[in-house]
Structure formats: C-alpha cells, structure tokens
C-alpha cells in the first residue's frame, strides 16, 4: 500500500540522514585534530624539538668522524 511504501521511503531516507551525520562526526572529529596539530603553540614546540635533534644529529656527526679520521688515518709507528 502507499502508506507502507511512505513509512519504508521515510526509513529510509531517516536512515541515510544517520549515516550522514555520523560521517559529519567523524570529519569534525578529523578537523579536531589537524587544528590542534597544526596550532601555532604545537608548530612552534614542534619546531625547536626539530631544531634540537637536528643539532644533537650535527654534533654526533662531527664526533663520528673525528673518530673515524683517527681510526683511519695514519698509524704511528711502534718501535720494538
């Protein structure tokens, strides 16, 4: 009958409104997130952590290869 037919179009169309608004959640969710990633506070923090390892890495490599240049360099000779 056409009052069936309305009450299962109406479910339906109920039905898609959930899934939308579900799916709406999920990318205000999302947003939520990049927002507070992306805050000037967090880039900032985020930058001198970057900062901080990339001199730490810089300092690690000028060890490394003072130590190399005295392992390979050239040997002093031992009397016996």
Do not use: W
Not at 9 to 23: M, P, S, W, Y
Request: charge should be negative.
């Amino acid at each position: 009958s056409d009052v069936k037919e309305l009450r299962a179009t109406i479910k339906e169309i109920f039905q898609a409104l959930d899934e939308l608004q579900e799916g709406r959640g999920v990318i205000e969710s999302q947003i939520s997130t990049f927002k507070t990633i992306l805050s000037p506070s967090n880039l900032d923090s985020s930058s001198r952590e970057i900062a901080d390892v990339q001199a730490r890495l810089t300092v690690a490599e000028d060890r490394l290869n003072s130590l190399a240049k005295l392992h390979n360099g050239r040997h002093p000779v031992i009397e016996k």
